[in-house]
């Protein structure tokens, strides 16, 4: 048998298979129960409109706010630890490895419940002024990483043509440096963004209002209330219309970055 005729003997077996499991599991499905459970009319009427009004606005402009919070502090960690300063550069490193290394729910829980208790200090906004905090630590903690990464991918020469213009190095890092590197890091960038858009349901355990709830807290309590997982289901597709348009975004934009390079 060639080999050609091989591969398309495996293909149709690989073909067949799938659509036999394909076919198994539609088959097997209670669709009426399905229908019922998962995509009930009236439930999702009763989200309607507060779902998009309040949720899903909360949670756009948490993750907004995280994402703004994370990039300034994630920037200055980076030249912090790329200073020629050492004790600069260790708290940096300290900084960063700390927050990278603790899980977001715990830096939340921390910001929200820890330091009240501990110290007495009460960050502004209450519980999800705190949540948010602990939101920003994470997301500059992986940022400056990120950030880091691309100020070294600027070419050296670049920065010795600024010095030979005459600009100090300040100047030439805000002017030149800075520019080139965070057009090279805005794929990554922007991946940071989709992550901590859904980073924002871990905000449930600083507590929420009904004013304050994002999609997952709210879609969860709506599962309790009606006994029905449609809250659920409208919360998913909510995800997916912000997440899949920036996706695309990242994908086209390293494919563009590709190109030009």
């Not at 960690?77 to 020629?84: H, N, P, Q, R």
């Not at 550069?89 to 960063?96: D, E, M, Q, S």
């Amino acid at each position: 048998m060639r080999r050609t005729t091989k591969q398309r003997l495996t293909r149709i077996v690989l073909y067949a298979v799938f659509a036999a499991v394909v076919l198994g599991v539609v088959l097997s499905m209670d669709w009426q129960r399905v229908g019922t459970q998962f995509f009930n009319l009236e439930v999702a009427r009763k989200q309607l409109p507060q779902i998009v009004t309040i949720a899903l606005r909360n949670t756009l402009l948490f993750t907004v706010t995280s994402f703004a919070g994370g990039l300034l502090i994630g920037t200055l960690m980076a030249l912090m630890k790329l200073s020629s300063a050492t004790p600069y550069r260790l708290f940096a490193t300290g900084y960063i490895e700390l927050f990278r290394g603790i899980p977001a729910l715990l830096t939340i829980f921390a910001m929200a419940y820890m330091l009240p208790i501990a110290l007495g200090v009460q960050v502004p906004g209450g519980n999800i002024g705190a949540g948010l905090l602990g939101l920003i630590l994470v997301a500059s903690a992986y940022m400056a990483e990120v950030i880091r990464s691309g100020i070294q991918a600027v070419p050296k020469g670049q920065r010795e043509a600024a010095r030979s213009l005459g600009m100090s190095q300040s100047r030439t890092m805000i002017s030149v440096v800075l520019p080139q590197a965070f057009r090279i890091v805005i794929p990554p960038v922007t991946n940071e963004f989709v992550l901590l858009l859904k980073d924002t349901s871990l905000l449930f355990i600083a507590g929420s209002t009904l004013q304050t709830k994002e999609l997952t807290t709210f879609a969860r309590d709506g599962l309790t209330t009606n006994a029905n997982a449609t809250p659920l289901i409208m919360a998913a597709m909510l995800y997916l219309v912000v997440t899949i348009p920036l996706t695309s975004l990242v994908a086209r934009m390293e494919k563009r970055m590709a190109r030009a390079r």
